[in-house]
Protein backbone atom coordinates (compact mmCIF):
# COMPACT_ATOMS: atom_id res chain seq x y z
CA UNK A 1 0.00 0.00 0.00
CA UNK A 2 2.78 2.55 0.46
CA UNK A 3 4.23 1.48 -2.39
CA UNK A 4 1.16 2.57 -4.64
CA UNK A 5 0.92 5.41 -2.56
CA UNK A 6 4.56 6.53 -3.40
CA UNK A 7 4.21 6.08 -6.77
CA UNK A 8 1.10 7.80 -7.10
CA UNK A 9 2.41 10.99 -5.62
CA UNK A 10 5.39 11.01 -7.53
CA UNK A 11 3.44 10.30 -10.73
CA UNK A 12 1.34 13.61 -9.65
CA UNK A 13 3.65 15.55 -8.17
CA UNK A 14 2.60 15.64 -4.82
CA UNK A 15 4.72 16.37 -1.84
CA UNK A 16 5.94 13.55 0.21
CA UNK A 17 4.95 14.74 3.45
CA UNK A 18 1.45 14.36 2.83
CA UNK A 19 -0.36 11.17 3.70
CA UNK A 20 -3.29 10.54 0.86
CA UNK A 21 -4.62 7.94 3.60
CA UNK A 22 -5.35 10.55 6.01
CA UNK A 23 -7.36 14.50 5.04
CA UNK A 24 -6.01 17.56 6.80
CA UNK A 25 -9.58 18.25 7.07
CA UNK A 26 -12.01 15.25 7.65
CA UNK A 27 -11.42 12.16 8.68
CA UNK A 28 -14.81 10.08 9.21
CA UNK A 29 -14.05 6.67 11.55
CA UNK A 30 -16.62 4.53 11.64
CA UNK A 31 -16.22 3.30 15.36
CA UNK A 32 -15.85 5.02 19.05
CA UNK A 33 -13.07 5.03 21.50
CA UNK A 34 -15.70 2.47 23.28
CA UNK A 35 -13.69 -0.07 20.71
CA UNK A 36 -10.66 1.69 19.66
CA UNK A 37 -9.46 2.91 23.50
CA UNK A 38 -8.14 6.39 23.99
CA UNK A 39 -8.73 8.67 21.41
CA UNK A 40 -8.46 11.85 22.75
CA UNK A 41 -5.01 12.41 21.31
CA UNK A 42 -6.41 12.30 17.87
CA UNK A 43 -6.95 16.15 16.55
CA UNK A 44 -10.42 17.71 15.86
CA UNK A 45 -11.22 16.64 12.52
CA UNK A 46 -11.08 12.98 13.32
CA UNK A 47 -14.67 12.45 13.55
CA UNK A 48 -15.65 8.97 15.85
CA UNK A 49 -19.10 8.74 14.18
CA UNK A 50 -19.53 4.89 14.81
CA UNK A 51 -20.72 2.57 12.33
CA UNK A 52 -22.89 3.53 9.56
CA UNK A 53 -26.60 1.62 9.00
CA UNK A 54 -26.59 -1.42 8.62
CA UNK A 55 -27.69 -3.17 5.30
CA UNK A 56 -31.75 -3.48 4.35
CA UNK A 57 -33.12 -6.60 5.12
CA UNK A 58 -33.00 -9.52 2.40
CA UNK A 59 -35.73 -10.44 0.60
CA UNK A 60 -37.86 -13.33 1.27
CA UNK A 61 -39.57 -15.24 3.86
CA UNK A 62 -38.19 -16.53 7.25
CA UNK A 63 -39.60 -18.96 9.25
CA UNK A 64 -39.87 -16.86 12.60
CA UNK A 65 -41.98 -19.35 14.44
CA UNK A 66 -38.67 -21.96 14.21
CA UNK A 67 -36.98 -19.37 17.15
CA UNK A 68 -38.81 -21.07 20.66
CA UNK A 69 -37.59 -18.42 22.67
CA UNK A 70 -34.31 -20.13 23.97
CA UNK A 71 -30.76 -18.23 23.15
CA UNK A 72 -30.16 -18.08 19.82
CA UNK A 73 -27.27 -17.23 17.57
CA UNK A 74 -26.59 -15.79 14.61
CA UNK A 75 -23.90 -17.52 12.73
CA UNK A 76 -22.33 -15.88 9.80
CA UNK A 77 -18.93 -16.42 9.04
CA UNK A 78 -17.50 -17.96 5.79
CA UNK A 79 -17.40 -17.50 1.84
CA UNK A 80 -18.98 -19.75 0.28
CA UNK A 81 -16.89 -22.35 -1.63
CA UNK A 82 -14.27 -21.98 0.59
CA UNK A 83 -13.33 -24.97 2.41
CA UNK A 84 -11.74 -23.40 5.68
CA UNK A 85 -14.82 -21.30 5.96
CA UNK A 86 -16.98 -24.74 5.32
CA UNK A 87 -15.06 -26.98 8.16
CA UNK A 88 -15.67 -24.00 10.56
CA UNK A 89 -18.97 -23.86 10.30
CA UNK A 90 -18.98 -27.54 10.39
CA UNK A 91 -16.95 -27.09 13.81
CA UNK A 92 -19.90 -24.10 14.78
CA UNK A 93 -22.94 -27.16 14.31
CA UNK A 94 -21.05 -29.67 16.14
CA UNK A 95 -20.23 -27.01 18.73
CA UNK A 96 -24.07 -26.08 19.40
CA UNK A 97 -25.25 -30.02 19.08
CA UNK A 98 -26.82 -30.89 22.17
CA UNK A 99 -26.85 -27.33 23.71
CA UNK A 100 -30.13 -25.55 24.96
CA UNK A 101 -29.57 -23.12 22.12
CA UNK A 102 -30.50 -22.48 18.53
CA UNK A 103 -28.62 -21.20 15.98
CA UNK A 104 -29.29 -19.93 12.59
CA UNK A 105 -26.22 -20.22 10.23
CA UNK A 106 -25.95 -18.17 7.36
CA UNK A 107 -24.70 -20.87 4.19
CA UNK A 108 -25.52 -22.16 0.82
CA UNK A 109 -27.96 -25.27 1.49
CA UNK A 110 -25.90 -28.28 1.85
CA UNK A 111 -22.88 -26.58 3.52
CA UNK A 112 -23.34 -28.13 6.81
CA UNK A 113 -24.19 -31.79 6.54
CA UNK A 114 -26.93 -33.73 8.50
CA UNK A 115 -27.32 -29.99 10.61
CA UNK A 116 -28.66 -30.69 14.39
CA UNK A 117 -32.40 -30.09 15.22
CA UNK A 118 -31.34 -26.36 17.27
CA UNK A 119 -29.77 -25.58 13.63
CA UNK A 120 -31.21 -23.79 10.78
CA UNK A 121 -29.40 -23.29 7.86
CA UNK A 122 -30.24 -20.54 5.35
CA UNK A 123 -28.48 -18.57 2.38
CA UNK A 124 -30.48 -15.55 2.85
CA UNK A 125 -31.41 -14.23 6.22
CA UNK A 126 -33.50 -10.30 6.59
CA UNK A 127 -29.68 -10.29 8.97
CA UNK A 128 -30.96 -6.65 10.82
CA UNK A 129 -34.43 -8.21 11.76
CA UNK A 130 -32.98 -11.08 12.77
CA UNK A 131 -30.53 -10.08 15.20
CA UNK A 132 -33.29 -8.42 17.14
CA UNK A 133 -33.95 -11.84 17.87
CA UNK A 134 -30.43 -13.02 19.05
CA UNK A 135 -28.24 -13.67 21.85
CA UNK A 136 -25.12 -13.74 20.26
CA UNK A 137 -23.11 -13.49 17.07
CA UNK A 138 -20.51 -15.64 15.87
CA UNK A 139 -18.32 -13.82 12.95
CA UNK A 140 -15.00 -13.27 11.39
CA UNK A 141 -14.64 -9.86 12.82
CA UNK A 142 -15.22 -7.53 9.86
CA UNK A 143 -16.57 -3.72 10.75
CA UNK A 144 -20.35 -4.50 9.06
CA UNK A 145 -21.24 -7.42 11.09
CA UNK A 146 -19.23 -6.08 14.22
CA UNK A 147 -21.33 -3.08 13.95
CA UNK A 148 -24.77 -4.19 13.80
CA UNK A 149 -24.16 -7.07 16.17
CA UNK A 150 -22.64 -4.78 18.65
CA UNK A 151 -25.26 -1.70 17.43
CA UNK A 152 -27.66 -4.07 18.86
CA UNK A 153 -25.87 -5.30 22.08
CA UNK A 154 -24.96 -8.49 21.50
CA UNK A 155 -21.52 -10.30 22.56
CA UNK A 156 -19.60 -11.85 19.87
CA UNK A 157 -16.99 -14.85 19.60
CA UNK A 158 -15.06 -13.57 16.57
CA UNK A 159 -12.78 -15.43 14.21
CA UNK A 160 -10.76 -13.24 12.34
CA UNK A 161 -9.21 -14.42 9.04
CA UNK A 162 -7.66 -11.18 7.23
CA UNK A 163 -7.18 -7.88 6.91
CA UNK A 164 -8.47 -5.83 9.64
CA UNK A 165 -10.50 -8.77 11.63
CA UNK A 166 -8.08 -9.55 13.57
CA UNK A 167 -7.52 -5.92 14.98
CA UNK A 168 -11.30 -5.36 15.28
CA UNK A 169 -11.38 -9.13 17.23
CA UNK A 170 -8.72 -7.54 19.18
CA UNK A 171 -10.40 -4.46 20.11
CA UNK A 172 -13.85 -6.48 20.77
CA UNK A 173 -11.73 -8.32 23.06
CA UNK A 174 -10.32 -5.55 25.14
CA UNK A 175 -13.84 -4.02 25.41
CA UNK A 176 -14.74 -7.26 27.10
CA UNK A 177 -17.66 -7.72 24.61
CA UNK A 178 -16.65 -10.74 22.54
CA UNK A 179 -13.66 -13.59 22.92
CA UNK A 180 -12.08 -14.30 19.81
CA UNK A 181 -10.98 -17.94 18.63
CA UNK A 182 -9.00 -19.86 15.73
CA UNK A 183 -10.71 -19.95 12.37
CA UNK A 184 -9.24 -22.50 10.64
CA UNK A 185 -8.40 -25.10 13.01
CA UNK A 186 -10.91 -24.14 15.50
CA UNK A 187 -12.27 -27.55 17.22
CA UNK A 188 -16.34 -27.51 18.46
CA UNK A 189 -15.38 -27.84 22.05
CA UNK A 190 -13.23 -23.96 21.74
CA UNK A 191 -16.05 -22.94 20.44
CA UNK A 192 -18.63 -24.37 22.37
CA UNK A 193 -16.68 -23.02 25.86
CA UNK A 194 -16.59 -19.54 24.14
CA UNK A 195 -20.56 -19.47 22.77
CA UNK A 196 -21.10 -21.15 26.49
CA UNK A 197 -19.31 -18.17 28.35
CA UNK A 198 -20.89 -14.95 26.44
CA UNK A 199 -24.22 -16.94 26.66
CA UNK A 200 -23.94 -17.22 30.35
CA UNK A 201 -21.56 -14.39 31.79
CA UNK A 202 -23.03 -11.04 31.96
CA UNK A 203 -20.22 -9.86 31.56
CA UNK A 204 -20.00 -9.61 28.23
CA UNK A 205 -23.34 -8.61 27.23
CA UNK A 206 -23.06 -5.82 29.72
CA UNK A 207 -19.48 -4.98 27.71
CA UNK A 208 -21.59 -5.30 24.72
CA UNK A 209 -24.21 -2.84 25.82
CA UNK A 210 -21.64 0.09 26.85
CA UNK A 211 -20.10 -0.12 23.55
CA UNK A 212 -23.94 -0.22 22.29
CA UNK A 213 -24.81 2.91 23.76
CA UNK A 214 -21.48 4.59 22.69
CA UNK A 215 -22.31 3.74 19.15
CA UNK A 216 -25.24 5.31 19.27
CA UNK A 217 -24.26 8.64 21.22
CA UNK A 218 -21.94 9.08 18.09
CA UNK A 219 -24.62 9.56 15.88
CA UNK A 220 -23.58 7.04 12.63
CA UNK A 221 -24.40 7.94 9.22
CA UNK A 222 -26.49 10.99 10.36
CA UNK A 223 -23.63 12.59 12.44
CA UNK A 224 -21.20 11.54 9.22
CA UNK A 225 -23.10 13.43 6.88
CA UNK A 226 -23.31 16.35 9.15
CA UNK A 227 -20.05 16.59 9.51
CA UNK A 228 -19.64 16.51 5.43
CA UNK A 229 -22.32 19.20 4.54
CA UNK A 230 -20.34 21.24 7.44
CA UNK A 231 -17.04 20.85 5.45
CA UNK A 232 -18.71 21.52 2.39
Given at each position: ?7 FQLDHG ?74 FLRAAA ?139
Open positions: MRDQIADIEDLLDLRFSDHLVLVFSTGALIGDVSFFPDHFAFVGPAAGRPAATGAFPWEWLDGRPAVLVASGTPGDPAAERDAVRGLDVQAVFVAPPGTVADPPPNVLVREHVPRSKLLERMSAVVGHGGCDIVGEALGGGLPMVLAPVRDDEPVIAGQVERAGAGIPVRFARVTPGELRTALGEILTDPAYRDAAGRVRDAFAAAGGAAAAADRLEKLA
